[in-house]
């Protein structure tokens, strides 16, 4: 609905029995947000925000704005059809009315629009996996998987088939661009991959996507978790970024060496380069790194046409545009965030105009020289994250700030937890 007018959204609201809508945003670490206003305060909505207190994003701030991004409209298809339910994504403003620096959506969709001046446009995807778990007879969720199935089962083995058709549907009238699903490697673990997209709207629908598998998997008497590492001996679950990138017109990936651009090539090589720096924003919980470099997992910095458990692979493509995935991150990072220090990695070696990284890790294969390896532990990329000058120019004082002083309170909570295992099962098994 990115065509239409506010009038013409008042009006649909009016024609579709919509009687709650739902202002979204996200906190510091990508979950979402909201508040629902009435019909008739939404033109309020339009013209000026609507004020919430904003100390869920940012401990320091009182009362911020929320302004609708009219082109985000969606009904949610579980809600029911008479009292409707729709969402929008928010801008967030400061009180005045000018923008808020802190706000992780605004920040890529600038940085987006700078690299359109520059001649670049780029498209997104996420592969993002999640496992699907029984209820207790109170309704509590458990660790026991929902099936025993394991990559690429089908029905009887796979038992999550009907809840992911569902999921399904729900993304696709949604109009978020669902493109495959199936099931995983673990037991109960699923995956479904999206369509490519313009960065701002990917970090959108990756940020609603959970929330519909939460919301589907609780009709259906399941409880869904994105947790990197839920089950200790079973797969960890991982979020997979695709990028294609073309400058002037032109694709600068390729799915071999002959047909990889120079840029190309630099584009890696910055990315590779940066990667110890964000792996912070990649992995923001302590479970993330009981995942990586376990079973498909990557460990190193390193970068594959073929293996599927490299850091960065390039796949072979067929009817679709040359592209790369970053196969480290999990769906407890903030896809704003991540989004941009991944573009901004990349373009800073495409300026460089080098790709000394890809051509280091290259020889470190041939020559059976071991790679670097990523962060260990939140703690370790956390430091390394807080000393990076390519962070420091990338986000906002703002966005650094928040983000660091909720990792550096969640590193000592875990420090100090006698059960870390119990720590890690409140903080992110139930509510991730």
Request: charged share 25%; with cysteine.
């Amino acid at each position: 609905m990115s065509c239409f007018s506010p009038k013409e959204i008042l009006d649909f609201v009016e024609e579709n029995d919509v009687k709650f809508i739902r202002l979204t945003f996200c906190d510091m670490f990508g979950n979402l947000k909201n508040i629902a206003i009435m019909p008739n305060e939404l033109p309020r909505a339009f013209e000026y925000g609507i004020p919430f207190d904003a100390s869920c994003i940012n401990d320091g701030c009182s009362d911020l704005l929320l302004v609708p991004d009219i082109s985000t409209l969606s009904v949610l298809p579980w809600r029911p059809k008479s009292g409707r339910v729709v969402r929008f994504f928010c801008s967030i403003k400061n009180m005045d009315g000018s923008d808020y620096i802190g706000d992780m959506r605004s920040s890529l969709s600038n940085y987006i629009n700078s690299l359109r001046l520059d001649g670049y446009s780029c498209e997104m995807g996420t592969k993002c996996e999640f496992y699907l778990f029984d209820l207790d007879d109170n309704g509590n969720p458990t660790k026991v998987p929902h099936d025993s199935g394991s990559y690429l089962d089908v029905a009887p083995l796979d038992k999550c088939e009907n809840t992911r058709r569902e999921i399904c549907l729900s993304l696709e009238e949604m109009g978020l661009g669902p493109k495959s699903s199936c099931h995983k490697h673990g037991p109960g673990q699923n995956e479904i991959d999206f369509r490519e997209n313009e960065p701002v709207t990917a970090a959108d629908n990756m940020v609603h996507y959970k929330t519909v598998v939460k919301s589907i998997a609780a009709q259906n008497g399941l409880f869904a978790s994105f947790m990197p590492k839920p089950l200790e001996d079973e797969q960890g679950s991982a979020l997979s970024i695709s990028i294609s990138l073309k400058k002037g017109g032109e694709n600068i990936f390729g799915s071999d060496p002959n047909s990889m651009s120079y840029e190309g090539k630099c584009f890696i090589s910055g990315v590779l380069a940066r990667i110890r720096e964000i792996t912070a924003f990649l992995n923001s919980t302590t479970n993330s790194y009981k995942r990586l470099g376990k079973g498909y997992a990557p460990k190193y910095v390193n970068w594959s046409y073929e293996n599927r458990s490299q850091l960065i692979r390039i796949p072979q493509t067929a009817g679709t545009a040359p592209r790369i995935e970053i196969r480290s991150a999990d769906a407890c990072c903030n896809p704003y965030v991540t989004f941009k220090l991944i573009l901004a990695a990349g373009i800073e070696g495409i300026e460089s105009g080098n790709c000394d990284f890809l051509e280091q890790t290259m020889k470190s294969e041939q020559d059976s020289i071991e790679f670097e390896p990523l962060p260990e532990s939140l703690e370790e990329a956390v430091k390394i994250a807080e000393n990076s000058e390519f962070v420091r120019r990338t986000l906002s004082d703002e966005i650094r700030k928040n983000i660091f002083s909720k990792l550096d309170k969640q590193i000592k909570e875990y420090s100090i937890a006698k059960d870390k295992d119990e720590f890690e099962e409140k903080y992110y098994f139930k509510s991730i």
